[in-house]
């Protein structure tokens, strides 16, 4: 049976989960694949750093360049993270020919389009898998399943850490910093919170979702991000009084075509990060704990829905095997005859700007209780064509500071965002007014 080498860069959290689940399951992919996955070296930081799973000691070495560069090594995992010494390793690897896996959403929303073209150009291939939603196979769906569909939207609850916070918020009727403190406590959330709870991380991974789906490499600086620091637990209340579950959602919408499309029109896609109420209904409000999902919708396919483990070691081990396995394919029946995992094909896309983008809104005021505020709040909605669908004000008694919940109908974002600096100037509005975007998937 053939065999190929691999050349691990990496041996912590998910380095040590590859080699524990390869030496678990190395003999049924052998069988499988018909190709035996050796691994030859580790390449990591400290030979007695603490690890998940043990490494022995004569796996290990110090020197990534060595792993690079022994022509033994066939394959290249890069599992350190970063941006800098990372895009280094990778393109390294890249240049000698030899297929790379990667788990570094950072990395590759930094230098992606850079990265596949160094790939192409060495006629090799960089796989990344495991660079979002840890377990689930999303990039292969994509990428493979779903090749004969365009993806007309995709939303994806994919940071665990915000998931988890905004489950306990809801189901304990909890306030955000006192849930984000016990989650840094258990090891839910690290201890500088945000990467996960300001939305960088699904930003990563959202701009890598929407690259592949779409065709073009979406720059991070054009996905419009919000984190979800600032919802209260009186928000989380009031949404499921109407029936909303407040997720943070990583949203993927292409624009439908123009009537009269000109030459020089590409497709038009929302890119976005933000929490959203979404129908408590929805199969996606209920992903709790730490748990991602991708709810996909093609054109062909109709809807299909992706759930599981988005991080961990060995959830995020399974997706590196799965790109191991593929990485040996090419070297078995050469990187030619397979689609090579990101093929830029929408040259002409672009993402649209948010103010651009329409949403229905939900929004809590904090108002004086005393006749003619409604009327003043209504007049500046309606002078900027924003309709109301709904109100909510809790009885209290005249003169006081009530909260006003106000369900808004279908609006741009430029126009709403304008209105909402409007009423926030009214002398009857006490504090800065909250916004948070409902979904509801149609
Ligand atoms: N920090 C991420 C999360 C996992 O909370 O989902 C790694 O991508």
């Known amino acids: 049976m053939q065999q190929v080498n691999l050349g691990m860069i990496g041996g912590g959290t998910v380095g040590s989960g590859v080699f524990h689940a390869l030496q678990m399951n190395g ?3 052998a069988s499988r694949l018909g190709i035996r996955i050796h691994i030859a070296k580790v390449a990591v930081k400290a030979c007695d750093e603490p690890r998940p799973y043990e490494i022995p000691r004569s796996f290990l070495t110090l020197d990534w360049r060595s792993v690079v560069n022994d022509p033994n090594v066939h394959i290249v995992t890069e599992l350190v993270g970063g941006t800098t010494i990372a895009r280094t390793m990778v393109l390294a690897a890249l240049r000698l020919r030899k297929p790379v896996v990667t788990a570094n959403k950072a990395l590759l929303s930094a230098h992606g389009e850079e990265l596949f073209a160094a790939a192409k150009q060495h006629g090799t291939n960089l796989y990344y898998e495991a660079s979002v939603c840890g377990g689930i196979p999303i990039i292969k769906s994509l990428r493979e399943g779903f090749v004969g569909n365009r ?3 995709l939303y994806g609850i994919v940071n665990g850490t915000c998931n988890y916070i905004l489950s306990r918020m809801k189901s304990e009727g909890a306030e955000f910093a006192d849930v984000l403190a016990e989650a840094q406590s258990q090891g839910y959330a690290e201890a500088d ?3 996960d709870v300001d939305g960088w991380d699904s930003q990563h991974k959202i701009g890598i979702l929407a690259s592949l789906a779409h065709g073009f490499w979406v720059k991070p600086q054009d996905i419009y991000v919000e984190g979800i620091r600032h919802i209260t637990r009186a928000d989380m209340e009031f949404a499921g009084k109407l029936g909303y579950t407040i997720k943070l959602l990583g949203i993927v919408k292409k624009m439908a075509a123009p009537a009269k499309p000109r030459k020089t029109d590409g497709s038009r896609v929302q890119v976005s990060v933000y929490p959203a109420l979404i129908p408590s209904a929805h199969v996606l409000a209920s992903v709790s704990h730490v748990f991602n999902a991708v709810f996909v919708r093609g054109d062909v396919v109709g809807d299909t829905l992706f759930y599981g483990r988005g ?3 060995d959830a995020t081990a399974s997706a590196v095997l799965s790109d191991v396995a593929d990485a040996a394919l090419d ?3 050469g990187t030619h005859h397979r689609v090579p995992p990101f093929v830029p094909h929408e040259l002409k896309g672009s993402v649209l700007p948010i103010d651009e983008v329409s949403s229905r809104y ?8 005393r006749p003619g505020v409604m009327a003043k709040i209504a007049s500046i909605l309606g002078a900027a064509r924003i309709g109301i669908m709904s109100i909510i004000q809790p009885e209290g008694h005249e003169g006081e500071i009530v909260p006003l919940i106000l369900m808004i109908h279908d ?5 709403m965002r304008k209105a909402l600096e409007k009423i926030a100037r009214l002398s009857v509005v006490k504090a800065p007014p909250v916004m948070i975007r409902v979904e509801t998937f149609e």
């Open 151 to 153: 993806i007309r939207q």
């Open 193 to 195: 919170p945000s990467l």
């Open 331 to 333: 070297l078995k029946f």
């Open 27 to 29: 003999s049924l992919m």
């Open 362 to 369: 939900y929004v809590r005021l904090s108002v004086v209780d």
């Open 411 to 415: 609006a741009p974002n430029g126009p």
């Open 311 to 313: 991080a961990g070691k």
